[in-house]
Protein backbone atom coordinates (compact mmCIF):
# COMPACT_ATOMS: atom_id res chain seq x y z
CA UNK A 1 0.00 0.00 0.00
CA UNK A 2 0.95 3.46 -0.60
CA UNK A 3 -0.48 6.75 -0.51
CA UNK A 4 1.25 10.46 -1.10
CA UNK A 5 0.29 13.85 -0.17
CA UNK A 6 1.38 17.13 -1.44
CA UNK A 7 1.75 19.89 0.35
CA UNK A 8 2.79 23.80 -0.26
CA UNK A 9 6.34 25.05 1.58
CA UNK A 10 4.29 26.73 4.40
CA UNK A 11 5.08 26.24 8.38
CA UNK A 12 1.23 26.26 8.33
CA UNK A 13 1.22 22.91 6.47
CA UNK A 14 2.79 21.16 8.83
CA UNK A 15 0.08 19.88 10.79
CA UNK A 16 -1.50 18.65 7.47
CA UNK A 17 1.77 16.39 6.62
CA UNK A 18 1.96 15.11 10.40
CA UNK A 19 -1.63 14.20 10.55
CA UNK A 20 -1.33 12.28 7.22
CA UNK A 21 1.71 10.23 8.29
CA UNK A 22 0.46 10.07 11.65
CA UNK A 23 -3.17 8.53 10.21
CA UNK A 24 -1.40 5.77 8.51
CA UNK A 25 1.29 4.84 11.38
CA UNK A 26 -1.75 4.19 13.43
CA UNK A 27 -3.31 2.42 10.86
CA UNK A 28 0.13 0.38 10.50
CA UNK A 29 0.18 -0.62 13.81
CA UNK A 30 2.78 1.43 15.77
CA UNK A 31 1.08 2.62 19.12
CA UNK A 32 0.36 6.16 20.03
CA UNK A 33 4.47 7.26 21.14
CA UNK A 34 5.41 5.84 18.41
CA UNK A 35 3.45 7.23 15.80
CA UNK A 36 4.36 10.84 18.07
CA UNK A 37 7.61 10.04 17.05
CA UNK A 38 7.31 9.46 13.83
CA UNK A 39 5.47 12.41 12.83
CA UNK A 40 8.21 14.62 14.12
CA UNK A 41 10.33 13.14 12.18
CA UNK A 42 8.45 14.29 9.30
CA UNK A 43 7.56 17.69 10.35
CA UNK A 44 11.43 17.67 11.04
CA UNK A 45 11.97 16.75 7.57
CA UNK A 46 9.60 18.84 6.02
CA UNK A 47 10.50 21.83 8.13
CA UNK A 48 14.27 21.23 6.73
CA UNK A 49 12.63 21.79 2.90
CA UNK A 50 11.46 24.89 3.50
CA UNK A 51 13.85 26.60 5.28
CA UNK A 52 17.15 25.04 4.00
CA UNK A 53 16.28 23.75 0.45
CA UNK A 54 13.46 26.58 -0.39
CA UNK A 55 14.91 29.15 2.05
CA UNK A 56 11.10 30.14 2.74
CA UNK A 57 9.56 30.47 -0.73
CA UNK A 58 5.70 29.57 0.02
CA UNK A 59 4.99 28.75 -3.60
CA UNK A 60 6.80 25.47 -3.67
CA UNK A 61 5.60 21.53 -3.34
CA UNK A 62 6.74 18.89 -0.83
CA UNK A 63 5.81 15.55 -1.60
CA UNK A 64 5.42 13.26 1.21
CA UNK A 65 5.07 9.33 -0.46
CA UNK A 66 3.91 6.40 2.27
CA UNK A 67 4.72 3.05 1.45
CA UNK A 68 4.23 0.00 3.65
CA UNK A 69 5.56 -3.76 3.77
CA UNK A 70 6.95 -6.23 5.46
CA UNK A 71 7.01 -4.53 8.79
CA UNK A 72 8.51 -1.37 7.22
CA UNK A 73 6.77 1.97 6.82
CA UNK A 74 8.74 4.19 4.79
CA UNK A 75 8.42 8.08 4.26
CA UNK A 76 9.98 9.75 1.48
CA UNK A 77 10.04 13.20 1.27
CA UNK A 78 10.80 15.13 -2.38
CA UNK A 79 11.28 18.78 -3.19
CA UNK A 80 13.44 20.51 -5.90
CA UNK A 81 15.21 22.80 -3.53
CA UNK A 82 18.79 23.29 -2.95
CA UNK A 83 20.86 20.64 -2.18
CA UNK A 84 23.00 19.72 0.97
CA UNK A 85 24.65 16.92 2.34
CA UNK A 86 23.87 15.78 5.53
CA UNK A 87 27.11 14.05 5.45
CA UNK A 88 28.71 17.15 6.74
CA UNK A 89 26.24 17.75 10.04
CA UNK A 90 28.06 16.48 12.72
CA UNK A 91 25.94 15.02 15.77
CA UNK A 92 25.21 17.88 18.26
CA UNK A 93 27.09 18.25 21.56
CA UNK A 94 23.24 18.13 23.68
CA UNK A 95 25.05 19.30 26.69
CA UNK A 96 26.74 21.87 25.13
CA UNK A 97 23.37 22.94 22.83
CA UNK A 98 20.94 23.13 26.29
CA UNK A 99 23.71 24.73 27.99
CA UNK A 100 23.40 27.59 25.62
CA UNK A 101 19.67 27.34 25.17
CA UNK A 102 20.20 27.36 21.38
CA UNK A 103 17.11 26.83 19.38
CA UNK A 104 16.89 24.69 15.65
CA UNK A 105 19.60 23.06 14.39
CA UNK A 106 18.71 19.44 15.51
CA UNK A 107 16.58 18.23 12.65
CA UNK A 108 18.82 15.75 10.93
CA UNK A 109 19.72 14.76 14.27
CA UNK A 110 16.27 14.21 15.39
CA UNK A 111 14.84 12.21 12.64
CA UNK A 112 17.91 9.76 12.58
CA UNK A 113 17.01 9.55 16.42
CA UNK A 114 13.25 8.95 16.38
CA UNK A 115 13.55 6.68 12.96
CA UNK A 116 15.15 3.52 11.79
CA UNK A 117 16.59 4.47 8.76
CA UNK A 118 17.18 7.82 7.47
CA UNK A 119 19.02 8.02 3.90
CA UNK A 120 18.96 11.41 1.79
CA UNK A 121 19.69 11.60 -2.07
CA UNK A 122 19.74 14.69 -4.28
CA UNK A 123 20.09 14.63 -8.10
CA UNK A 124 19.82 17.43 -10.55
CA UNK A 125 15.91 17.35 -10.36
CA UNK A 126 14.92 16.56 -6.60
CA UNK A 127 16.35 15.82 -3.23
CA UNK A 128 14.65 12.72 -1.37
CA UNK A 129 14.45 11.91 2.61
CA UNK A 130 13.73 8.29 2.95
CA UNK A 131 12.79 7.41 6.51
CA UNK A 132 12.08 4.07 7.52
CA UNK A 133 10.66 2.50 10.79
CA UNK A 134 9.62 -0.73 11.52
CA UNK A 135 7.20 -2.46 13.47
CA UNK A 136 9.13 -3.78 16.73
CA UNK A 137 8.98 -7.72 15.88
CA UNK A 138 9.81 -6.75 11.83
CA UNK A 139 12.90 -5.07 12.68
CA UNK A 140 16.20 -6.24 10.18
CA UNK A 141 18.60 -7.73 12.50
Do not use: W
Not at 65 to 84: C, M, P, R, T, Y
Not at 107 to 119: A, F, I, K, P, T
Request: hydrophobic content about 35%; proline content about 3%; charged content about 30%.
Amino acid sequence: MSEQLIIQSRTEHLREARDFVAGLARDFGFDEEMVGMISLAVDEACTNVIKHAYQYASDKKIVIHVSQKNGAFEIQISDEGKSFDPAHIPSPNMKEYLSHFRRGGLGMHLMRSLMDNVEYKSNEKNNVVRMVKYLSDKKPA
